[in-house]
């Protein structure tokens, strides 16, 4: 099982990017799948899930600016961010989820998104 978290980069403050999670070697549509974020210096939170009947699940501190979605025919879940703040500076990365947005079994390798003027 590979999940390969793709599209960070550098954004201003109040700017907008969009990750992709892509996955393979599992039946994409029977897993729900989030995405969770680590800073230097804390601890990963999980911040968006979204389940095989996409519902969605989001945490506080994006609810709002960050949307979730999914495409079964391409394997990939993707992560609109939008309003984007400093504080939204971390590596992200995808995993399968719950709808309490713990992560578990299967993780991919992150990518770097920072949020700078």
């Known amino acids: 099982v590979q999940l390969q978290a793709s599209g960070g980069g550098l954004v201003q403050p109040g700017g907008s990017l969009t990750l992709s999670c892509a996955a393979s070697?599992?039946?994409?549509?029977?897993?729900?799948i989030g995405w969770f974020r680590q800073a230097p210096g804390k601890e990963r939170e999980g911040i968006s899930c979204i389940t095989q009947d996409e519902g969605t699940y989001y945490a506080d501190s994006v609810k709002g600016r960050f949307t979730i979605s999914r495409d079964n025919a391409k394997n990939t879940v993707y992560l609109r961010m939008n309003s984007v703040k400093p504080e939204d500076t971390a590596l992200y990365s995808c995993?399968?989820?719950?709808?309490?947005?713990?992560?578990?079994?299967?993780w991919g390798q992150g990518t770097q998104v920072t949020v700078s003027s």
């Open positions: 995993a399968t989820c719950d709808t309490f947005l713990r992560g578990y079994s299967y």
């Open positions: 070697g599992l039946t994409f549509e029977y897993f729900a």
